[in-house]
């Protein structure tokens, strides 16, 4: 009887996880390919992350891909001329691009998101997005409460559509794995974090994506100027430190170190790491409202 329950709480615990397959494409040395190259758009090789999870970005973006027993979810895709590079990385992984059923962002700026709708066409997938970012993917164009709006107005996006709009705490479940966003407007209006579990070799962890720290902008943006703007960056803040967070990731790889954890260099999961990535966002913002409170 013992036996029989414990098989069972296995089964549970890991429905809609399958265990990876060795892809003979997947880098073991991401952080040696890439050196002191950090660009958007330049060439990264795949790496495998945990489960099936992999990395399918640049040296200097982020994109997951996630593997799930009904299809394939990317998010984010970097900007619109390394679309190509994600898709041919996708592919040496040995997947289908046309396998992507959902595509998933963090927020809506052109580095991490301009290449949505050239992908959108290439695979067919449905677009979920946050409610902040929900117009600007739309229309291609920067929300004009966004701190960076005159910045990103230089670098408009190609539409894309938009298939579905998901709140904060609302969840995405496709072939048994379920993924979490969670809005943090800490970056921009539209960010969102999101969180998953990864499975593998009977060991799960929680996942969390969490989205940009940074409080920049424009030049003639002054956030003392921007009380509410404050308050929702450091409501988001206090969202990516609450985050289930066994395993962080980050829209851009140098903000968690994480082609060294990918290359074995640092340890790839580790206790508070959400905690201690939302604590660099609120030091950055306080010596920002310093620096203009000084200005003055």
Same mark, same amino acid.
């Given at each position: 009887?013992?036996?029989?329950?414990?098989?069972?709480?296995?089964?549970?615990?890991?429905?809609?996880?399958?265990?990876?397959?060795?892809?003979?494409?997947?880098?073991?040395?991401?952080?040696?390919?890439?050196?002191?190259?950090?660009?958007?758009?330049?060439?990264?090789?795949?790496?495998?992350?945990?489960?099936?999870?992999?990395?399918?970005?640049?040296?200097?973006?982020?994109?997951?891909?996630?593997?799930?027993?009904?299809?394939?979810?990317?998010?984010?895709?970097?900007?619109?001329?390394?679309?190509?590079?994600?898709?041919?990385?996708?592919?040496?992984?040995?997947?289908?691009?046309?396998?992507?059923?959902?595509?998933?962002?963090?927020?809506?700026?052109?580095?991490?998101?301009?290449g949505m709708s050239a992908i959108q066409k290439v695979t067919g997938a449905r677009l979920l997005v946050s409610p902040g970012a929900a117009k600007a993917?739309?229309?291609?164009?920067?929300?004009?409460?966004? +701190?960076?709006?005159? !910045? #990103?107005?230089?670098? /408009?996006? $190609?539409?894309?559509?938009? =298939? @579905?709009?998901?709140?904060?705490?609302?969840?995405?479940?496709?072939?048994?794995t379920r993924f979490t966003m969670h809005a943090n407007p800490t970056h921009s209006p539209g960010s969102a974090s999101w969180t998953w579990q990864s499975c593998e070799g009977g060991k799960c962890l929680a996942i969390a994506y969490a989205d940009s720290i940074s409080t920049i902008s424009s030049d003639d943006?002054?956030?003392?100027?921007?009380?509410?703007?404050?308050?929702?960056?450091?409501?988001?803040?206090?969202?990516?430190?609450?985050? +289930?967070?066994?395993? !962080? #990731?980050?829209?851009? /790889?140098? $903000?968690?170190?994480?082609? =060294? @954890?990918?290359?074995?260099?640092?340890?790839?999961?580790?206790?508070?790491?959400?905690?201690?990535?939302?604590?660099?966002?609120?030091?950055?913002?306080?010596?920002?409202?310093?620096?203009?409170?000084?200005?003055?």
């Amino acid at each position: 009887m013992f036996a029989r329950t414990a098989v069972a709480a296995l089964a549970l615990l890991t429905l809609g996880t399958v265990e990876p397959a060795k892809r003979t494409a997947a880098s073991t040395d991401i952080a040696g390919a890439c050196g002191t190259r950090d660009g958007w758009s330049d060439p990264a090789p795949p790496a495998h992350i945990h489960g099936n999870s992999w990395f399918v970005g640049t040296c200097g973006i982020t994109v997951m891909l996630i593997e799930t027993r009904a299809g394939l979810v990317l998010i984010d895709t970097g900007p619109e001329d390394a679309a190509p590079h994600v898709l041919a990385n996708i592919k040496a992984l040995g997947f289908d691009p046309k396998a992507i059923k959902w595509l998933l962002m963090t927020h809506e700026h052109f580095d991490h998101v301009g290449g949505m709708s050239a992908i959108q066409k290439v695979t067919g997938a449905r677009l979920l997005v946050s409610p902040g970012a929900a117009k600007a993917m739309q229309t291609g164009k920067a929300d004009p409460e966004d +701190p960076q709006a005159a !910045l #990103l107005a230089r670098y /408009p996006m $190609s539409p894309a559509r938009v =298939d @579905r709009v998901l709140r904060s705490g609302g969840s995405l479940t496709l072939g048994g794995t379920r993924f979490t966003m969670h809005a943090n407007p800490t970056h921009s209006p539209g960010s969102a974090s999101w969180t998953w579990q990864s499975c593998e070799g009977g060991k799960c962890l929680a996942i969390a994506y969490a989205d940009s720290i940074s409080t920049i902008s424009s030049d003639d943006y002054h956030f003392t100027r921007h009380p509410e703007r404050v308050e929702a960056a450091r409501a988001g803040l206090r969202v990516i430190e609450a985050l +289930p967070c066994d395993l !962080l #990731l980050t829209p851009h /790889p140098v $903000s968690s170190n994480l082609l =060294d @954890r990918l290359s074995g260099k640092a340890p790839l999961a580790g206790p508070r790491a959400c905690i201690a990535h939302a604590a660099n966002g609120s030091n950055g913002l306080a010596k920002r409202l310093e620096r203009e409170a000084s200005d003055k």
